[in-house]
């Protein structure tokens, strides 16, 4: 037997905690019912709590933005997510683990400073200067400008510096002494071992990079290699507002990157916190 | 062959080859825009962009100097930012405290994960949402003020309340990452520390207080410097929903950068960021300090 003063307790806790979940969710809800309902219908009941009707005919309607099909946008953020995930995670697993290795060498420490200094410097106007870099090296307007710009942050990183830091010394050795080249330990050895923090650091840079927007926006010459979000800050700057477009833009932007968060939410809510606090 | 010893640092050559894109990647995208960037910061507006630019020494430095848009834009940066750091880390701390009490049992990981969405949702999405529920006539917040006959919200409409409304929303984007990271850490607390407070008859405040915070001090501190880089940088959530109005009062100082590029004004706006840079990086020395490692979400 409970005690009143503590289920009164247990109440206010979760009294508490189930407001503090619905102010979190209620957004998404409200943005998933007004995709479905039209301007008109939610102008009349904004609160509304499900659609008159379950159509999808919004669909028809957000089928060109701005000139550009929609199906050419959700395949710009398909493509280039993957695209800078991939490279990213190769270049940075095997970058963060060569300075591991080698963190006295004073070249490879400067660059490690020089690397922290960069994510530093507010990526909101970093992305004029490259722009003009853009501009010099040719790559402006085009696929390979944006995934090469996305494809190296600052979690993925620091997860994989974290983990190289903690791999014991004795594999290297072992390996070292059965006479393996590093390109052998690197292949063999390290990066089979890597795969549970390359998993991880995919899962979060997938999800970073899906949300990007403003270095594709400024590296674009033309909607054509726009994604989901940049479409959809088109759609809700536009005069003349299609409301429910807005929504329903909104729910494809938000919607694959919520269910793939679901499906890894341990392994993201730990990575992207991991190493803030240590044990 | 030696064995049992610890063999000698390997020789650098290879790992050049596994240094190299990464590398490339970074001092390409990375160094030397922000090279440029402080190089444009001394040269003149108009020639910029062109290869003979212009040295005009610290003369866009005065120019912000005098600029009483840039002091008010600094000033309210400032403002808004400690506000917000300080309400993201007392409901972050709060909310992890509660969640991993003993009043809480079930739902634990529904709660955590709710929390933790908005901070994975696309934040052009999120903040595109928030606008339209703060809206007069669409938005859910007014109509649902108006049928409890409560006075209405002016959300972004207003100058009074729209520091406030923007604050919300970004700590809705933000805040679960900080309690996760409170989380993290109250789950390292030594509960033997607080089977003996509560032995010796502590309250829940001395508990909090005494116990509970000290060990607390790693998340705090890392949160603080995160939540501090964040918000000095605030950016999207104006570039979406206010625009810097109404009447400048969400004109931040990377949204007035920012204006200053799109009106061709490269001089000036480099050197607002080389100064929001300086900030950043002097803080980030500072936490440095206290062996915070600094990575930014």
């Known amino acids: 037997m409970m005690r009143p003063a503590h289920l009164l307790l247990r109440g206010l806790a979760y009294g508490t905690a189930l407001l503090v979940t619905f102010v979190c969710l209620y957004p998404f809800f409200w943005m998933l019912v007004s995709a479905f309902r039209t301007s008109k219908a939610i102008l009349a009941s904004p609160l509304r709590p499900w659609p008159e009707s379950l159509s999808l005919s919004v669909l028809s309607e957000l089928a060109e933005i701005g000139g550009t099909p929609l199906w050419v946008y959700a395949g710009n953020s398909v493509l280039i997510t993957t695209a800078s995930t991939v490279l990213g995670i190769l270049v940075t697993a095997v970058g963060a683990y060569a300075l591991v290795r080698r963190p006295d060498f004073w070249l490879f420490r400067a660059f490690r400073l020089g690397f922290l200094a960069t994510i530093m410097y507010p990526y909101m106007l970093l992305v004029i200067p490259v722009y003009i870099v853009m501009y010099k090296i040719g790559l402006l307007g085009s696929y390979t400008g944006i995934v090469l710009f996305l494809a190296v942050g600052p979690i993925q990183f620091f997860l994989f510096e974290q983990f190289f830091q903690t791999m014991p010394k004795s594999v290297l050795e072992a390996a070292v002494v059965d006479g393996a080249t590093e390109w052998q330990i690197l292949f063999r050895v390290v990066l089979p071992m890597a795969m549970p923090v390359v998993a991880t650091a995919a899962i979060i840079t997938f999800l970073l990079n899906w949300s990007q927007w403003l270095p594709i926006l400024v590296v674009s010459k033309s909607p054509a290699t726009y994604t989901l979000p940049v479409a959809l800050l088109n759609l809700n700057g536009e005069l003349g507002v299609n409301f429910q477009g807005i929504m329903a833009m909104s729910v494809l932007t938000t919607l694959p990157v919520i269910l793939f968060f679901l499906l890894a939410q341990r392994r993201v809510m730990s990575g992207m916190t991991a190493g803030a606090v240590k044990g | ?297």
């Open chain 2, 1 to 297: 062959m030696p064995t049992g010893r610890r063999p000698a640092a390997p020789p650098v050559g290879v790992f050049w080859w596994f240094v190299a894109p990464f590398a490339l990647l970074t001092l390409v995208f990375g160094v030397w825009p922000i090279v440029l960037a402080v190089q444009t910061s001394f040269t003149a507006s108009a020639t910029a962009l062109q290869p003979n630019a212009k040295w005009v020494g610290w003369a866009n430095y005065a120019v912000l100097w005098s600029d009483p848009i840039f002091a008010n834009a600094l000033q309210r940066t400032l403002l808004y930012t400690g506000l917000a750091v300080f309400s993201t880390i007392v409901a972050a701390l709060l909310y992890a405290l509660l969640l991993q009490s003993v009043w809480i049992g079930r739902g634990r990981l529904f709660f955590k994960v709710a929390v933790f969405l908005p901070v994975v949702t696309p934040d052009i999405a999120g903040y595109v949402v928030w606008r339209w529920l703060y809206d007069q006539s669409f938005g859910a917040i007014n109509t649902a003020l108006d049928a409890l006959g409560l006075p209405l919200f002016g959300g972004i409409a207003s100058t009074s309340t729209v520091l406030g409304a923007v604050m919300v929303a970004e700590l809705w984007h933000h805040v679960g990452f900080y309690v996760v990271i409170f989380w993290a850490n109250l789950a390292l607390c030594d509960k033997g520390q607080s089977e003996a407070a509560q032995m010796d008859g502590a309250n829940a405040w001395q508990h909090f207080w005494h116990v509970l915070l000290p060990q607390l001090r790693p998340a705090l501190l890392v949160n603080s410097v995160y939540a501090l880089i964040q918000y000095l940088k605030t950016f999207t959530v104006v570039a979406v929903m206010t625009k810097g109005g109404p009447n400048e009062t969400t004109n931040f100082v990377s949204y007035y950068a920012y204006q200053l590029f799109d009106q061709g004004r490269y001089g000036e706006a480099t050197a607002m960021a080389t100064v929001l840079f300086a900030l950043i990086l002097l803080l980030s020395a500072l936490a440095m300090h206290f062996q915070v490692r600094s990575r930014l979400p």
